[in-house]
């Protein structure tokens, strides 16, 4: 059996399997996205060239959003690591859900907000494991002891993109130091990562402020 992607146990973490749905679509699709770009990392199959990712050797990985992810930087070898965290991370979300829900791991549904607005709701089918997944994570963050690299990598992400489903602010914070030694493992699209997301946060306060002064 094929080991889940870094990508899909990245999205399993950001499940809310109590109430069924995903807090923050567009963070998650950033998370994920960046999980792509660390898996190929762990694989060996791409590497940090001047601050851009470098595709190295050849061949798939057996998981279409990484392949996908592999063609895209073959095509496009110019942009930076941060630039790839956002560039496309919607369409890598909506890809890896329709895969998850082919292969029986989620149940996707989808309705309507007010009879117009499309929604859709992962619902976990296999929530023991998900929970085995969310438990590993949290104990690498509480132990000073070496885990697997993937392991570290997916504290790492989790922790970047502050997954409420997975560790609380007071938590980060009271593990930064242990944090910082789990990404030194995880690769260059993690730091990537936190920078787009605190970019977002940035320009969203930026027009709510404007927004407040132009009623004023």
Avoid: N
Wanted: charged share 25%; hydrophobic share 45%.
């Amino acid at each position: 059996m094929t080991e889940p992607s870094l990508p899909a146990r990245a999205y399993l973490l950001a499940c809310d399997t109590r109430r069924d749905r995903l807090p923050g679509r567009e963070r998650v699709a950033l998370l994920v996205r960046a999980a792509a770009l660390t898996d190929l990392v762990l694989r060996g199959r791409v590497a940090d060239d001047g601050g851009r990712p470098a595709v190295t050797g050849a061949g798939g990985t057996g998981h279409l959003v990484l392949d996908d992810l592999l063609a895209e930087l073959t095509a496009d070898p110019h942009r930076k690591w941060r630039a790839w965290v956002r560039r496309g991370a919607r369409a890598t979300l909506y890809s890896l859900e329709a895969q998850l829900d082919a292969a029986g791991t989620i149940e996707l549904r989808t309705s309507r907000v007010l009879g117009v607005f499309p929604r859709r709701r992962p619902v976990v089918r296999d929530v023991a494991t998900a929970a085995a997944l969310h438990d590993r994570v949290t104990a690498a963050l509480r132990t000073d002891s070496p885990v697997p690299r993937d392991i570290a990598a997916l504290t790492s992400l989790a922790a970047a993109a502050e997954l409420g489903t997975v560790f609380s602010r007071a938590e980060r914070r009271r593990h930064r130091a242990r944090l910082a030694q789990l990404e030194d493992a995880a690769g260059v699209a993690v730091p990537a990562l936190r920078k787009v997301l605190r970019e977002l946060q940035a320009a969203r306060a930026a027009a709510i402020a404007a927004s407040s002064g132009g009623g004023g």
